[in-house]
């Protein structure tokens, strides 16, 4: 019986979580400024009926849906895969179906290449404000996969 196969250091603990962090803060910030004031602006306006006055509302909410919208991609990794969260869908991936992680110059994000031979965007990992961050991050996904995806650590822990 072999000994179980330490895990690497700088390694994070699972689950991890890796999201644009500065990019979600400024679109939130944003979309709730906008609110504000749209939502001012109509009450200020003397002239609007309460009908125009709901649609201004609504038009500010809406805003700041699609801002909230934008600001959800994150990458969740746990012991058995990860969970890819993008605008509107969301994939679960176990951690044999990702052969490769790949942030290339100038790639808006990461994308995952499958074991069926498709690629996968993760947008929770995105060099937009804060490159170094998204560098070290996907890295980090990367080093996750290669740990995860080889099946040492399901040998360590069924040993």
């Given at each position: 019986m072999?000994?179980?196969t330490?895990r690497?250091?700088?390694?994070?603990?699972?689950?991890?979580?890796f999201?644009p962090t500065?990019?979600?803060?400024?679109?939130?910030?944003?979309?709730?400024?906008?609110f504000?004031?749209?939502?001012?602006?109509?009450?200020?306006l003397e002239?609007?009926?309460p009908?125009?006055?709901?649609?201004?509302?609504?038009v500010?909410?809406l805003?700041?849906g699609?801002l909230?919208?934008?600001s959800?991609?994150?990458?969740?990794a746990?012991a058995?895969?990860?969970?890819?969260v993008?605008?509107?869908?969301?994939?679960?991936?176990?951690?044999?179906?990702?052969?490769r992680?790949n942030?290339r110059?100038?790639?808006p994000w990461v994308?995952?290449?499958l074991?069926?031979g498709?690629?996968?965007?993760?947008?929770?990992i995105q060099?937009?404000?804060?490159r170094e961050?998204a560098?070290r991050?996907a890295?980090?996904?990367?080093a996750?996969v290669e740990f995860?995806?080889?099946?040492?650590?399901?040998?360590a822990?069924?040993?």
């Amino acid at each position: 019986m072999s000994a179980p196969t330490p895990r690497p250091t700088g390694l994070p603990a699972l689950p991890a979580t890796f999201r644009p962090t500065r990019s979600r803060v400024v679109l939130l910030a944003v979309g709730a400024m906008m609110f504000v004031v749209i939502t001012a602006i109509a009450m200020i306006l003397e002239h609007l009926s309460p009908g125009e006055r709901t649609s201004f509302v609504f038009v500010a909410l809406l805003f700041f849906g699609v801002l909230a919208l934008l600001s959800r991609p994150r990458v969740v990794a746990d012991a058995t895969g990860i969970t890819v969260v993008n605008i509107t869908r969301t994939r679960r991936l176990a951690w044999a179906e990702i052969v490769r992680v790949n942030l290339r110059a100038g790639d808006p994000w990461v994308f995952l290449d499958l074991s069926d031979g498709t690629s996968h965007p993760a947008l929770g990992i995105q060099p937009g404000i804060a490159r170094e961050q998204a560098i070290r991050d996907a890295r980090t996904l990367r080093a996750l996969v290669e740990f995860h995806g080889s099946g040492v650590d399901e040998a360590a822990e069924n040993g």
